[in-house]
């Protein structure tokens, strides 16, 4: 069964900083990968995804992610944050051969600091 | 706006007492599912329906249970709330399985 981690469960960084938030998971084969952002008692909202193709992906609110195979990794990452962007961040795989089922990591919580 | 809704945002419940969780979406998907989320933790699968044909996750407690009757609703009965089922409740909807999912804001479950 496939498997994230996200091993950084608290970021706080700088207002205009840059941000990275690591993602790996486990999984025989490239699963589908997704970012989502949950903003204290709100749903999920999708950052950015990965299927196929072009291993960077670009997202909304000026985030992307790079998809690594040979770390099994698909970190996000952001060149400057505002103060908005804090909030819980999920990084999800979703097996092509195992029904397509989304796993969450754990989630990050990042912090902003003005 | 295309989107997935909740009712209630909030849902105050006594122990042992029947509460029913409501999701509607107007976006067409064939695919629903309802999460469950405990503070500071992962969303966690309950079940989904594709289409009609409803999945259990294996872990699911039987007291949870699902409706849908139609494509755009689908219902979480929690027959007996426990104080452990306090949590967000989050309901899901993708077109086909494996494409992005679109959440509702989610149902903050209280149980006294």
């Known amino acids: 069964a496939q498997s994230v981690t996200q091993p950084d469960i608290h970021i706080t960084v700088s207002e205009g900083a840059s941000l990275e938030l690591r993602c790996n998971y486990s999984y025989g084969a490239t699963p589908y990968l997704f970012w989502y952002v949950q903003s204290p008692g709100q749903g999920l909202q999708l950052l950015l995804k990965y299927f196929s193709g072009d291993t960077l992906v670009q997202g909304i609110k000026g985030f992307e992610a790079e998809f690594k195979r040979s770390q099994s990794s698909f970190n996000l990452r952001k060149p400057s944050v505002h103060w908005s962007d804090a909030a819980e961040y999920f990084c999800a795989v979703a097996a092509p051969n195992a029904g397509n089922m989304l796993t969450f990591g754990g989630g990050t919580r990042l912090m902003v600091k003005p | 706006d295309a989107m997935v809704i909740q009712n209630p945002r909030y849902q105050v419940t006594q122990f042992g007492k029947p509460v029913t969780l409501s999701c509607s979406q107007t976006?067409?998907?064939?695919?629903m599912y309802w999460y469950q989320q405990k503070s500071s933790q992962a969303p966690k699968l309950l079940f989904h329906y594709y289409d009609k044909d409803f999945n259990n996750e294996a872990d699911t407690p039987d007291n949870f249970q699902s409706r849908r009757p139609n494509t755009s609703f689908c219902f979480l009965d929690i027959r007996s709330p426990g104080l452990g089922d306090a949590a967000m409740y989050l309901c899901?909807?993708?077109?086909?399985?494996?494409?992005?999912?679109?959440f509702g804001p989610g149902t903050r479950l209280t149980v006294l």
């Open positions: 899901a909807t993708s077109k086909n399985q494996g494409n992005e999912q679109f």
């Open positions: 976006l067409n998907h064939n695919v």
